[in-house]
């Protein structure tokens, strides 16, 4: 591919590494309006614990906690200040998302004098950052409904396994859903649903997977101690790239997909 996603995905890591924090307290502010924001980010923090270890997961809360106790606690302006920012960094995560995306679709970029098309762009983007706290809350609700019915099914057949295995494909079809929705809307390309569903498959599958490795990986390599201080960090810092890695090669099957199969086909 002549875009080089490998750099692309560094450009990601790069913008996701400095706009996590803003992201994930958006998310929960979002959340917080329809279900339980502290049982919703004790299972993002679980998961994040189970990939990347316990010291890693507590770099990501101290992190979100800091921006919550600013804006908690400190007066008007300060909230205010901090809210913009908090907005412009998580809206950069998915501009950069969306010039990626648009790098690999060989879409021109927007003329500095077409002030309409930027600021609906920029209005696009902001709706971005919203979806992706109602992912949040769809993600908690599938665990709230599994946990539920794994209750009445450990009492009546003891299929705890079976539940567990389920709730897996259950949070798997939330990833599927969740990149096909990013391939198919954020590049400035036209694409039917169909175009995006093989890319989105493998790059959630592989992001199942890559999280079990990489993992593993951490543990065995013990990053946190290799790098001392910044152990968090540098964890943090390949988890995003690697991950960004798999995202942009799901969109590259997208692209690859929809040229030679979908709607992108050259009619002969």
């Known amino acids: 591919v002549s875009e080089k996603p490998h750099q692309l995905a560094a450009a990601l890591a790069y913008f996701g590494m400095f706009s996590f924090a803003a992201v994930i307290y958006i998310a929960f502010w979002i959340a917080s309006i329809f279900i339980n924001e502290a049982a919703a980010a004790e299972r993002l923090y679980t998961r994040i614990e189970g990939v990347l270890g316990s010291e890693t997961a507590a770099y990501i809360q101290n992190s979100v906690a800091a921006i919550s106790a600013i804006n908690t606690g400190g007066s008007f302006i300060v909230t205010a200040v901090s809210v913009v920012s908090l907005l412009f960094a998580a809206m950069g995560l998915f501009r950069q998302l969306k010039y990626v995306l648009n790098r690999l679709w060989s879409v021109p970029l927007i003329q500095k004098g077409k002030k309409f098309a930027l600021l609906r762009r920029e209005l696009f983007i902001f709706i971005m950052v919203i979806a992706f706290g109602l992912l949040v809350i769809l993600t908690a609700v599938v665990n709230v409904i599994f946990a539920w019915f794994g209750s009445i099914i450990e009492v009546t057949i003891g299929g705890s396994n079976l539940l567990s295995i389920l709730n897996i494909l259950a949070l798997l079809g939330v990833t599927v859903l969740a990149n096909a929705f990013i391939y198919k809307v954020l590049p400035d390309v036209k694409l039917a649903w169909r175009d995006v569903w093989p890319g989105a498959a493998v790059a959630a ?33 390949i988890a995003i790239y690697y991950f960004a890695q798999i995202f942009l090669f799901g969109a590259v099957i997208t692209r690859v997909y929809a040229n030679r199969y979908g709607t992108k086909r050259q009619r002969p």
Do not use: Q
């Open 205 to 237: 599958l592989l992001m199942a997977l890559g999280g079990l490795v990489i993992g593993l990986y951490f543990r065995l390599m013990a990053i946190h101690s290799a790098f001392e201080a910044a152990g968090s960090f540098a964890v943090l810092m």
